[in-house]
């Protein structure tokens, strides 16, 4: 083989290198912007579950969690709990007896409680837990700066 065709041999190479180059990026822009759509649909979900809840028979329920001031019977701060809880956490609903006398439902958070839901709100909710039509709670923590620590609710329920 002469130096021309090794010099040519070379731009051949060189040319598919480039080529197989743009198709990679080409593959990778494809599934970034795959990616993208779909994560912009998850946070639109996210944060504003109206949007999708008459799409899909649910009803939204605006709440706050009763009770963050109150520390828990087993000593631990609802108020450390809550500086925990991130914007959009999914939260727990979980029924326990008060006092001895009635159902309460706790809001939890990687199994620590941060409060409590409303009695007036309690009951419906009970119902909605006993028949598996609660779909979703999700937190918007409030406060910050020394003041008391709150969370306002997001309660996705089937209609």
Known sequence: MNNFEKWML???NIWIHIFLTLVTWYV???IYIIVRIKNKNYYDMIHNPELYADKCNLRCIHSKVVG???DNEDGTSRQKNISKVKQCDELELIPYEYQHREEALGVFHNKRQI???SADLCYELMEKIKN???ISV???PTGCNGKTLGCNLTIVVKK
Do not use: C, M, S
Request: aromatic letters at 12%; a positive charge.
């Open 10 to 12: 070379k731009k051949k």
């Open 28 to 30: 990778y822009l494809i």
């Open 68 to 70: 963050v001031t109150f």
């Open 115 to 117: 409060g409590n839901i």
């Open 132 to 134: 598996d039509e609660l």
């Open 138 to 140: 999700i937190a918007n």
